[in-house]
Nanobody, 121 residues
Framework: QVQLVESGGGLVQAGGSLRLSCAAS????????MGWYRQAPGKQRELVAA???????TYTDSVKGRFTISRDNAKNMVYLQMNNLKLEDTGVYYC???????????????WGQGTLVTVSS
C-alpha cells in the first residue's frame, strides 16, 4: 500500500551532475527518516545520506561537499543532488523511508526499486 519510486539515474561523465528524486505514495500518515543508499557492483549496500523529518542531514564521508540531500514533506519526496561525480559513485541508488501508515497505524521501512547511476571516465 506504500510505494517509493525513484527517478533521475543515468549515465554521466566524471565531474558531471545528476539529481535523484524519490516519491512516496499510498496510505501514509507521516514519513520519519528518509535516506539514500547505494550498492556498487560486488559491494554491500551503504548509506549515502540521511535526512530526518526536521531537515538535519548526515552524509557518508566520501560524498561530503559533493552531494546534497533534501526533502519536501508536503509532497512526500526526497532528493539527492549529486555534483562532481566520480567513478566510484557508480551503483544502484535506493530510496529508503521510515513510514507511519494511516491504517493499520504501524511504522515500517520502505524501499524503492533502485535507480542506476553510471559514472564514466
Amino acid at each position: 500500500q506504500v510505494q517509493l519510486v525513484e527517478s533521475g539515474g543515468g549515465l554521466v561523465q566524471a565531474g558531471g551532475s545528476l539529481r535523484l528524486s524519490c516519491a512516496a505514495s499510498g496510505s501514509i500518515a507521516r514519513i520519519n527518516d528518509m535516506g539514500w543508499y547505494r550498492q556498487a557492483p560486488g559491494k554491500q549496500r551503504e548509506l549515502v545520506a540521511a535526512i530526518p523529518r526536521d531537515g538535519s542531514t548526515t552524509y557518508t564521508d566520501s560524498v561530503k561537499g559533493r552531494f546534497t540531500i533534501s526533502r519536501d514533506n508536503a509532497k512526500n519526496m526526497v532528493y539527492l543532488q549529486m555534483n562532481n561525480l566520480k567513478l566510484e559513485d557508480t551503483g544502484v541508488y535506493y530510496c529508503n523511508a521510515n513510514i507511519l501508515t494511516i491504517w493499520p497505524p504501524q511504522t515500517f521501512d520502505a524501499w524503492g526499486q533502485g535507480t542506476l547511476v553510471t559514472v564514466s571516465s
